[in-house]
Nanobody, 121 residues
């Protein structure tokens, strides 16, 4: 069984920084796309940033220049460095990964349990 575990959320003031981490564990053959999504109260889950195994990144317009996603393929981990945080960044942040468990298995999209980020004004 494969699971994604996030860490690093918390409470921070406007302008502050947090580093979120996500680790995939279990029986893993290969991971394709990994990323971070977030969901604020009363809103739909939205993409924050994604990164391919080759290092190609995509960012939401609202976080460009402030957030940086990185990945360690050997450890099956991704990080999200969040800087210049704003109150509108307050949300539960979820890790996402497309995981192949064995060489002949299909890719399965997995989600972590989420980590809360709260930015106070």
């Amino acid at each position: 069984q494969v699971q994604l575990v996030e860490s690093g959320g918390g409470l921070v003031q406007t302008g502050g920084s947090l580093r979120l981490s996500c680790a995939a564990s279990g029986s893993i053959f290969r991971i394709n796309l990994m990323g971070w999504y977030r969901q604020a109260p009363g809103k739909q889950r939205e993409l924050v940033a994604t990164i391919t195994s080759g290092g190609t990144t995509v960012y939401a317009e609202s976080v460009k220049g402030r957030f940086t996603i990185s990945r360690d393929n050997a450890k099956n981990t991704i990080d999200l460095q969040t800087n210049s945080l704003k109150p509108e960044d307050t949300a539960v942040y979820y890790c996402n990964a497309d995981v192949q468990r064995t060489w002949h298995s299909p890719f399965t999209q997995l989600w972590g349990q989420g980590t809360q980020v709260t930015v106070s004004s």
